[in-house]
């Protein structure tokens, strides 16, 4: 069975309430795990990444782990200043 089939079978077909559910907390999550990785890569501790884009380490730690949903804006500072990375966007349709 690939990826597809089973998340067809267990959370339905694309554009379903749960499938899109499923997909939406899979990007939240991905998010989360892109910034750590970055942190880790640049030798960041959660508190100098705080520190260098004005926030605290609790705020980064809840990004980190997919308990709190950011603003692109911020995004936007913990990418460009705290880890001197380009942030980019797209849209799929």
């Known amino acids: 069975m690939t990826l597809e089939q089973f ?5 339905g077909k694309r554009g379903s309430a ?3 559910q499923l ?4 990007q939240e999550f991905k998010l989360g795990t892109l910034i750590y990785e970055a942190r880790l890569e640049k030798g960041l501790t959660q508190e100098e990444l705080a520190e260098k884009c004005g ?5 980064i730690s ?10 692109i804006s ?3 500072k913990i ?6 990375g ?5 849209i799929k349709l």
């Open 7 to 11: 998340k067809e079978k267990h959370y």
């Open 18 to 20: 749960k499938r899109d």
């Open 23 to 26: 997909e939406k907390g899979y």
């Open 55 to 59: 926030t605290n380490k609790a705020y």
């Open 62 to 71: 809840r990004i980190e782990n997919d308990l709190k949903e950011v603003r």
């Open 74 to 76: 911020t995004l936007r």
């Open 79 to 84: 990418v460009e200043v705290g880890l001197g």
């Open 86 to 90: 380009q942030l980019n966007l797209s």
